[in-house]
């Protein structure tokens, strides 16, 4: 008689009803809270570190750029990131790129510059914004390669 009390069990727990699968390809985390905070402190970080460098404060700028890496991987993670974040994270690498240049580690910020070029390159649809930073990253290597063979 258990066996069959177990077996009866087993089938009527197996006719609920189950809750419909979320399909992943409908969300999009780029409307989720998260996504716009973060970006948000990936520009204040941006703001604060650009002043910095420019008052001469290298060392502090620097700490607030490894500060905003983690937020631009975050950003760029999702499959389809805004243009708003991915000008933030452009923002930084240019940035960093800008930091290296002047302490003349050239390769490294040739890395940056070319990170930079490949984004602005592939993004659609092409604008003039994209157009102008494929234009700046290009002569940011220029410079670079100028700079590399002394």
């Known amino acids: ?50 002043d910095l460098f420019h008052k001469g404060n290298g060392d502090e700028a620097s700490a607030l750029i490894q500060k905003g890496e983690p937020l631009s991987d975050r950003l760029l993670a999702v499959r389809h990131p805004t243009i708003a974040a991915m000008s ?21 910020a040739r890395l940056f510059f070319q990170k930079n070029l490949a984004r602005w390159r592939h993004w659609t649809p092409q604008t003039d914004d994209t157009a102008r930073r494929v234009r700046e990253a290009a002569a940011e290597i220029a410079e670079c390669d100028k700079h590399i063979g002394q």
């Open 88 to 108: 933030a994270a452009a923002d930084l690498d240019e940035l960093y790129g800008q930091m290296l240049l002047s302490n003349h580690n050239y390769g490294w």
């Open 1 to 50: 008689m258990r066996p069959s009390l177990l077996l009866v069990s087993v089938l009527l727990a197996a006719c609920g009803s189950t809750p419909a699968p979320v399909d992943q390809s409908q969300v999009d985390p780029t409307k989720e809270a998260w996504y716009g905070d973060t970006l948000s402190q990936l520009v204040e970080i941006n703001g604060r570190a650009q």
